[in-house]
């Protein structure tokens, strides 16, 4: 059974951020608070899941660089 890798984990700089970026969206911006917050929980997950990839490519990155030292 193939091991899933861990959801990604939203920061509170990511939630912070997250805001900001919905703050900036008009029509987000007449929702209710509750709504809202929703809204910036999403964004900030995504913030989380795109660092998680660009740090799995990163080590791809450097697995596949070790490899061709070992075999030139």
Known sequence: MPIRPLPPVAT??????ARQIASTWKPINQL???ELEIVA??????????????????KADVEE??????HP
Not at 12 to 17: E, P, T
Not at 41 to 58: D, K, P, Q, V, Y
């Open 12 to 17: 509170l700089w990511d939630l912070a951020r």
């Open 32 to 34: 209710p608070p509750a």
């Open 41 to 58: 929980r999403a964004i900030a997950e995504g913030i989380a899941e795109g660092r998680r990839h660009g740090l799995e490519m990163a």
């Open 65 to 70: 660089y070790q490899a061709n030292r070992r």
